[in-house]
């Protein structure tokens, strides 16, 4: 990603945040037509180390999938393979259990 797009990104996640925080603070549930005039003055962009940590997990068939997790917020990104049978395997052993209690309590 350029620097310009980095810089055009943050403007707009600063903007964002200014019109979340200024309907947060207005009262009652819901705002209409809201409209928030905000200006960005003395940008700049300064390289930071934010610390990531990388996380390879190597599966049964060999495959392995890499995992970054933010270190300071702990996020987790990456797209894990599931295994449909263990998903669907636990699906029915919780249908079979709720089926179970109901069937004891008559």
């Known amino acids: ?9 943050a403007v707009a996640e600063a903007m ?4 979340r925080r200024v309907g947060k603070l207005l009262p ?15 940008i700049a962009q300064v390289l930071m180390l ?3 940590w990388v996380l390879p997990v190597r599966f049964a068939d060999d495959r392995v999938v890499r995992l970054l997790v933010n270190g300071q ?3 987790v990104f990456g797209k894990p393979p599931r295994s449909w049978a263990k998903i669907g395997a636990l699906v ?3 249908v079979s ?10």
Do not use: W
Not at 16 to 19: D, K, T
Not at 28 to 42: E, F, K, M, T
């Open 73 to 75: 917020t702990g996020k």
């Open 50 to 52: 934010a610390p990531v």
């Open 28 to 42: 009652g549930d819901r705002q209409s037509d809201l409209q928030v005039s905000a200006r960005l003055a003395d």
């Open 92 to 94: 029915l052993l919780i």
């Open 1 to 9: 990603m350029t620097a310009e797009a980095c810089r055009e990104l």
């Open 16 to 19: 964002a945040e200014v019109q």
């Open 97 to 106: 259990l709720i089926v179970g209690v109901l069937l004891v309590q008559r």
